[in-house]
């Protein structure tokens, strides 16, 4: 009968093997532990950048609610006047121009009778408003055209227009045949959904508004509004405001 070395013996060249093996299993498992700690390390940051981000957004609206209720209780009981409010802190004009309402907050009121309405407006002041928004020309009567079309009450199509059955091929939603009662309905006209001017920043949803009063009022409108009311140039629109 023989007897391994190693197996009566801790010395020599099994005690270094085993060692070894020891050592190999301690950096495996140091290794595991780092990995560990650093994907902990992340969920935590992961989590505190949240809460942070999150109380955040809960100070901004905090702010933007005060100053939101105290502009309201000023609209109800400063003095009026053909171009805004006179307040305490000086005159407020409605023309959408902005003002430090403080607290790191920025407030603009705008008189919608200083925009557009896309309820009725004059063939020929729609067709100035939408070719201001660099609208080529060769589209400007298919858009007023499609509008029209989808707020009149009868079925009859205009040139450049469209009625149910354009909407039926197109696989839209036929047209109510009214007027709009909001902006946000003008994704439902042809032509128009698809419209990048529509939604831009400064597009034509931030310059008109969905109703049947017509009336302008030139203390409170935008330059965009004097252009196309007026048939001014845009830089003599500008200058006037």
Known sequence: MSVSKCGLSLSGPCLIRQRGYVLVLTIVMLAALTVAASFV?????????????????????KRVSQVFTRLQFTMATALRTSEGFVTSAGPWRRDGRWYDAGNHVRVSVQDVRGLITLNGVQR???????????????????????????QDEDDLIRLQGAEKNEYASAH????????????????????????SSLWDSDGVLHHSYASKESYINPNTATWRTLSAALGLPASEAKRLV
């Open 41 to 61: 390390s992340q969920k935590i940051a992961s989590v505190q950048s949240r809460v942070k981000s999150e109380q955040q957004a809960f100070e901004a609206q």
């Open 124 to 150: 020929d002041i729609l067709e100035r408003f939408l070719a201001g928004f660099g609208v080529d020309s060769s589209l400007v009567g298919a858009r007023v055209d499609s509008l029209l079309d989808y």
């Open 172 to 195: 839209l939603l036929p047209p109510r045949n009214a007027k709009l009662l909001s902006l946000n309905e003008l994704g439902r006209v042809m032509g128009w959904q698809s419209w």
